[in-house]
């Protein structure tokens, strides 16, 4: 293993002790928890707290700001944070309008938030929680744990956290995030793999020539492996994938995002996003905004996703609404 | 007499023990870090407990454990556990001695625990297809009339083989779910930290 690190066991304290310090205007580091919270709280706004295991930067402590989140908790890599974490971060945000928990749907994500919920609950504070599955690799039915949220969830932290920053209630927020959930579909793949720090080994071993399709962002087993194909074959791959859903049709509007896994380098991911765009045009639909960057990460994975998000007016406009946070400006 | 903090401190130091086991199990069909967390999970219990008197009734010993986990271990794991060390300490509260029946009564508050933050049956790939396997094992000796090292021995031995048995099933609940049948062939990390944690409180009540 080969990282910049100090020591594998202070790798998450040490990574949010540096992004305080560094991006003092947008967010504050709780003292004793692992815990972003916004430097500037807005009064009687609805809060959003998301978070989930490290690893996967610029999410979540990259999104808290305005326009976006109130609070990201950061687990261990790539493990949930604990109730007690969480349960400080909905009380830290918390100024009498509700909390809106956004959750990425892995068992234990979705454990810990609702234990931290129920303490918070018991507090009084009203508490609401959605939770994102936009990933087509893993089919969706009652004899699993269910989709996986990926990259989309940046979609949710963008679009709720809009509608939140507008004043609208905790209800309306909620519902804002189900309607992005709803509408929303990822598929990644993966050429190399990561390594977490306290393990020391990669997670997994591909071929020279060998890709994953449909890798999760903890390095999970895709759908299946095959030879590696050109940047315009994944992106063909990838977007076959997401259409089959049949919910993006010839005239709609859809917004994109083309994530990179943490060692992909733009080059590469706006190829796939030239073919991305080239597919959808040719299919009729029509691509309001596109994103292309490292959003939802791996650590040092090579790889990338593609989601697309259906809008309709008031998802387009609260995905144009301005944010201002560490990873995500728009004016 | 046997203390609640020996037990206690065997069953971390056992997990401690495999904890690259444990990881290398997870990383075939989850996520990898199985053997981290619990890991991580077992030293802070022993910071916790280091600060209780020795003689600290088993009730107390296994409440604290249970905190311990939920604020240390993260995952699925952490809620699971930690739910299933609450549930033991409330099931032996007021008790000054583990015999095999208390022991039984606190495996089965703790097999419910993790039945209801998990939502999972038996047959999912998952912990309680080792631990339920044990309790019915530890059931059944208490019936025929067994010592108790013949019942603890029985529910060691019965979840060991809820580990092989998870080999020849599809995951349902967790990360290897998303693997369908390709699961089939591993066994569950988590019957397999259930087993180890078993094994080592059933070799210290012997």
């Not at chain 1, 959003?48 to 908790?73: I, N, R, T, W």
């Not at chain 1, 709720?160 to 609208?168: F, R």
């Not at chain 2, 904890?19 to 053997?35: C, M, R, S």
């Not at chain 2, 979840?159 to 349902?172: M, N, P, R, S, W």
């Amino acid at each position: 293993m080969k990282k910049i690190i100090n020591d594998p066991e202070s790798v998450v304290e040490e990574m949010l002790h540096g992004m305080a310090v560094s991006q003092p205007q947008y967010v504050t580091k709780l003292e004793g928890f692992n815990v972003m919270v916004r430097t500037t709280q807005k009064k009687g706004k609805v809060a959003l707290v998301s978070g989930g295991g490290s690893g996967h930067e610029p999410s979540h402590g990259g999104y808290v700001g305005k326009g976006m989140l109130d609070a990201a908790v950061a687990g261990a890599v790539f493990t949930s944070p604990t109730p007690d974490q969480i349960y400080e971060a909905i009380k830290a945000v918390d100024t009498g309008a509700g909390v809106l928990l956004i959750i990425k749907n892995y068992t234990g994500d979705v454990m810990n938030f609702e234990m931290a919920a129920e303490m918070a609950e018991a507090d009084g504070i009203t508490v609401e929680k959605v939770v994102t599955q936009d990933d087509v690799a893993v089919e969706n039915s009652t004899w699993t744990t269910g989709r996986r949220g990926i990259a989309g969830t940046v979609l949710v932290h963008k679009i709720a956290g809009a509608k939140a920053e507008m004043g609208a209630s905790l209800t309306e927020v909620k519902q804002t995030a189900e309607n992005v959930i709803a509408n929303e579909r990822s598929m990644g793949m993966a050429i190399l793999p990561c390594t977490v720090p306290a393990a020391g080994k990669p997670s997994f071993i591909l071929a020279d020539d060998e890709m994953e399709i449909g890798m999760g962002i903890h390095g999970e087993p895709g759908t299946h492996r095959e030879k590696i194909q050109t940047a315009d074959g994944i992106a063909q791959q990838l977007v076959d994938k997401i259409l089959a859903e049949g919910i993006y049709h010839s005239g709609d509007e859809v917004a994109v995002m083309v994530n990179g896994l943490g060692a992909t380098p733009l080059m590469e991911l706006y190829i796939v996003s030239g073919k991305v765009q080239a597919i959808l045009q040719e299919k009729g639909i029509q691509m309001v905004k596109t994103y292309v960057g490292n959003y939802m990460t791996s650590l040092e994975m090579a790889g990338c996703s593609v989601t697309l998000l259906k809008l309709d007016a008031e998802l387009k406009n609260l995905l144009l609404a301005p944010a201002d946070t560490p990873a995500f400006v728009q004016y | 007499m046997i203390r609640a903090k020996d037990a206690v401190k065997a069953v971390g130091q056992a997990v401690i023990d495999n904890k690259v086991f444990l990881t290398e199990l997870d990383q075939a069909i989850g996520d990898g870090d199985h053997g981290i967390n619990m890991a991580r999970g077992f030293e802070r219990v022993f910071e916790k407990i280091d600060a209780l008197q020795d003689d600290t009734d088993f009730s107390t010993v296994l409440k604290t454990v249970g905190m311990a986990l939920i604020s240390s271990v993260g995952g699925a794991a952490g809620p699971l556990y930690g739910t299933a060390f609450l549930r033991a300490a409330g099931a032996c509260k007021d008790k000054t001695e583990i015999d095999v029946v208390t022991a039984k009564t606190m495996l089965d508050a703790a097999i419910k625990g993790i039945q209801d933050r998990g939502k999972a049956q038996k047959g999912e790939k998952t912990m309680l297809d080792a631990l339920i396997p044990a309790s019915e094992a530890m059931g059944k000796s208490l019936a025929d009339g067994k010592d108790s090292r013949a019942c603890l021995s029985a529910a060691v031995q019965a979840a060991a083989d809820g580990v092989e048995y998870t080999k020849t099933i599809i995951a349902t609940k967790g990360r290897a779910s998303y693997l369908g049948e390709r699961s089939i062939g591993h066994q569950d990390p988590g019957a397999t930290s259930s087993t180890i944690m078993l094994e080592a409180v059933c070799k210290v009540l012997k």
